[in-house]
DNA sequence: GTCTATACGCGGATAGAC
DNA sequence: GTCTATCCGCGTATAGAC
């Protein structure tokens, strides 16, 4: 064994050889969903994803160019919230906040800290700043009353970023600890109130 | 030239030696400071910085006994808030998001990537948290009228680091482009209600 | 075209001689 | 205390077998 980079993987484990062939894409796709997931982008590594899909590290270079790609390719960047968003106006906030709240959905924060971990790499920054834009301000900046739409929805979605940042990545105790029904009433309220803002006439 | 793991250090280069002697570990951490603010935590690798202080990368390893260690030991996650907090509760706000946004303060937006890449690690995260704690809610929380006073500026925290996330991170374009004095009266603002919220006596 | 084997250059971290 | 010589893992590249 005369080098020391190269000791890992002697060979891809004859067990889980894959039939050859054509599949081979889309072994290496779904381990890379499934470690991305898992592990977040750093944690998963590209040989790692080539042992779980039963194939050789090389390999997923060679159909994918990089593992940005990879993950371009295969991590959904859109976390689903369409649907939250085409409800009323008045209540989006707090929709938005539940959404991601919601236990029921563990994937969501798998995504995120995936996402999270992946932006330090250009084109994953890229594709998040456009999935903010497409997804976010273009369907409710032209709803909304008032000056500045797009900058208030920017704002918005910052502020949820940051919600989500304490509690998924940095695990902020007090947020952690915290009912989520007051975090989504409170926190909820606090971004509809970027977006329609109460007039004076409000009770 | 045997083995393709270790290149490219051949020797500390002999101009910049050190004199030797007790100065070293400070040489080491004035360059990790260096580096650590102008590539981040990942950017700044650990030959870099030994290759900076004039140093065996060893070395740097034997004294601080990680990456991870020396910088928690140089950089300061304090980002010298504590002063904004101390004037008026009715416009800390405001005064929060201009403190961060003012382009005279580079260095926060430096300190503030650096810290949010070595974020991953354990011990930078239990940091920042015990931070968040001693920096933002002791001096605060007791200040506000109202329930839930922990949880509001646990909140507070975390729409600050949304902003802040968005702008030096993810550098979303419509927030950089967006005029400073807009984003410090709406977000400002948008922060201080949730450590204020206006009584309904309020104009 | 697909896959294997080997390699490179980087990263952080360690053992043990001086 | 200091430094040499490694170690192991990473992402990636390439030559060449099938």
New interface residues.
């Given amino acids: 064994m005369?080098?020391?980079?190269r000791v890992t993987h002697p060979s891809p484990d004859p067990s889980r050889l894959r039939p050859a062939g054509l599949a081979t894409r889309t072994a290496i796709e779904d381990a890379a969903r499934t470690l991305f997931a898992e592990r977040g982008f750093?944690g998963a590594s590209v040989r790692g994803i080539a042992g779980e899909a039963g194939v050789d590290p090389a390999l997923v270079i060679r159909h994918f160019g990089s593992k940005e790609a990879l993950f371009l390719r295969t991590v959904d960047t859109s976390l689903g919230i369409g649907s939250v968003l085409d409800g009323p106006l008045e209540d989006v906030g707090r929709r938005l906040v539940a959404y991601f709240l919601d236990p029921a959905r563990p994937v969501i924060r798998q995504r995120y800290v995936a996402l999270a971990?992946a932006?330090?790499h250009d084109q994953v920054?890229e594709e998040?700043?456009r999935h903010?834009?497409e997804t976010y301000?273009a369907p409710l900046a032209p709803r909304l009353a008032g000056a500045?739409a797009?900058?208030?929805v920017?704002?918005a979605?910052?502020?949820?970023?940051?919600?989500l940042?304490?509690?998924f990545?940095?695990?902020?105790?007090?947020?952690t600890a915290?009912d989520p029904a007051?975090?989504i009433a409170?926190?909820g309220d606090?971004i509809q109130?970027?977006l329609t803002p109460p007039g004076p006439e409000d009770a």
Avoid: S
Wanted: aromatic fraction near 4%; include cysteine; charge should be negative.
């Fill in positions: 005369p080098y020391g980079c750093d971990q932006a330090h920054r998040m700043n903010t834009a301000v500045d797009e900058l208030r920017a704002l979605v910052a502020q949820l970023a940051g919600l940042d304490l509690l990545l940095q695990r902020d105790p007090i947020l915290a007051a975090v409170t926190y606090a109130r970027l």
